[in-house]
């Protein structure tokens, strides 16, 4: 099935900072891993490959391979076809929510989902003007204002959630758009 054999991996802070990576090189692990129809999108640590075999893209697999192509530590966060699709069909902001916004829809990829008590800790960071919200492995935050006008305090977030990696939703709906093999 397509949905299985599609996967979409979004590593954390790559392009970030001074040192760039090309697209080019961006895919070389996983090429080497041996994965089919390779392809990484905006050179910002979102790649999607097809394989036969799913469980050859585990995470700490991914990571250790990246580290060893590029000389540093990246989380990587994997999700299947069917997952991302998920995503994006389950923002969930009313059109209403985000039309009285500045901001746009961003969403973080977690390794798993929280507890309760630890979605609970990050709610209670959240300033009155911005939203979040948890579903599943991920987390939605619309921002009242652009990002980096927000006062959500990311970093202090991140340490109670562990690592996370972000996106827009838009990237992340273009991005499947472009690679949904249905």
Not at 7 to 30: K, S, Y
Not at 53 to 64: K, S
């Amino acid at each position: 099935m397509a949905d299985d054999r599609r996967l979409f991996v979004f590593l954390r802070a790559i392009n970030a900072g001074p040192d760039r990576i090309t697209n080019a090189r961006l895919i070389e692990p996983f090429v080497a891993l041996g994965f089919d129809q390779v392809a990484a999108y905006q050179a910002a640590g979102n790649i999607t490959f097809r394989t036969d075999n799913p469980d050859r893209a585990d995470p700490d697999t991914l990571a250790g391979a990246l580290t060893d192509a590029y000389g540093f530590e990246t989380q990587v966060f994997v999700r299947r076809l069917d997952q991302v699709r998920a995503t994006v069909r389950q923002q969930p902001f009313t059109e209403e929510d985000v039309g009285g916004t500045e901001g746009r829809v961003q969403v973080s990829f977690l390794p798993a989902a929280p507890p309760e008590e630890t979605a609970a800790a990050v709610l209670a960071l959240t300033p009155p003007e911005d939203r979040i919200t948890f579903v599943g492995r991920e987390w939605f935050w619309l921002p009242r204002r652009d990002v980096a006008a927000s006062r959500l305090p990311v970093a202090r977030i991140e340490r109670v959630l562990g690592p996370t990696t972000m996106r827009t939703l838009g990237t992340v709906t273009r991005m499947l758009a472009k690679f949904d093999d249905d």
